[in-house]
């Protein structure tokens, strides 16, 4: 199959994507997040063809998207007051509210057989042109080959998908540059199944008390189901090392023997064998992904990446970093 990147300057675009769901094909597309893989959520084949061209485990459900608030209605039952107020305030926006499925909506494959479903109302002009245009749900995981980082540029879809779908829209880099907060609603009070652009704090301002899924909860009991899985991995190993001048030069002395690659923002000074800047502070989490898959362009055998403050949206940077790392930190003997 030959995979086409198409711009998203004329409506043209917009039509070609949606005969193509419609026809029960892939379209990978820009969210406000990062670079999602669709297919029309009510059609089964296509959603299989999801889990297909990711390699992607059949028990991890996908988030539904759709265009308008309202569209809730039609894919969930017991809607709660509370999932109201996140969508008044959230939506659109990167908050993916797991709430009760209504019984034959979606195909059962969206939902890996569970009785809930994540859905969320994307922020960004491409996706919600294409929702309106092809005017269905649209499940949609992360467009990369399953346990890669996730896309924040078409190029980086094409590098993992190339041959397996046949159009990306390019919409350039997406903004947020990690995936969608998950909140399980359905539970009293409300846990946060996957750490994100919208923030526990920014939650609570509205919702009250939220809880916290750890990441220790998994694998055994893993209420995300895609919380046991490797993701966000290179190539080579990742360690997660402290942004400490002196334990860096000596992790690079120990690994001499190693091509190490460091990734670390740009006000870390120390010199490596292969460096990738993560920018400012506080575009960590725009610049993670392309710098991950940035190692994979390189000859690196080890990577070591600084850890960063859990305050704020630096709670979802750590998440997907300690998973990118399975959880491993580079021990030095200083
Ligand atoms: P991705 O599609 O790669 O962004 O991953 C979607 C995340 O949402 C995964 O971690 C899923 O396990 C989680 N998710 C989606 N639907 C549900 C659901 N019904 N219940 C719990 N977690 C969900
Ligand atoms: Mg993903």
Known sequence: METHIAAVNSIKAYEQAATLLQDGQLVAFPTETVYGLGAIATNAKAVAAIFEAKGRPSDNPLIVHIGTKQAVEQYCTNVSTLAKQC??????????????????????????????????????????????????????????RSGKPSPTR???VYDDLVGRIPLILDGGRTGIGLESTVLDVTQHPPVILRPGGVTKE???????????????????????????????APNAPVYLIEESTEKITAALTELAHERVALIAPASCTV????????????????????????????????????ATTTEGVGTAI?????????????KTTV
């Open 87 to 144: 969508m008044a305030s959230f939506w659109p926006g990167p908050l993916t509210l797991v709430m009760q499925a209504k019984p034959n909506t979606l195909a059962t494959n969206v939902t890996a057989g569970l009785s809930t479903v994540g859905v969320r109302m994307p922020d960004h002009p491409v996706a919600l042109q294409l929702l309106q245009t092809v005017n269905a749900p649209v499940a949609a995981p992360s467009a990369n």
């Open 154 to 156: 078409a190029s980086h």
């Open 202 to 232: 920014m939650l609570e301002q509205v919702i009250g008390e939220v809880k916290e899924a750890k990441l220790t909860d998994a694998p055994e009991a893993p209420r995300a189901p895609g919380m046991k899985y490797t993701h966000y």
């Open 271 to 306: 010199q490596a064998p292969i460096r990738i800047s993560l920018g400012e502070s506080a575009d960590i989490a725009v610049n993670l992904y392309d710098a991950l898959r940035e190692c994979d362009k390189t000859d690196a055998t080890i990577i070591l990446v600084t």
């Open 318 to 330: 750590m998440n997907r970093l300690e998973k990118a790392a399975g959880g491993r930190w580079y």
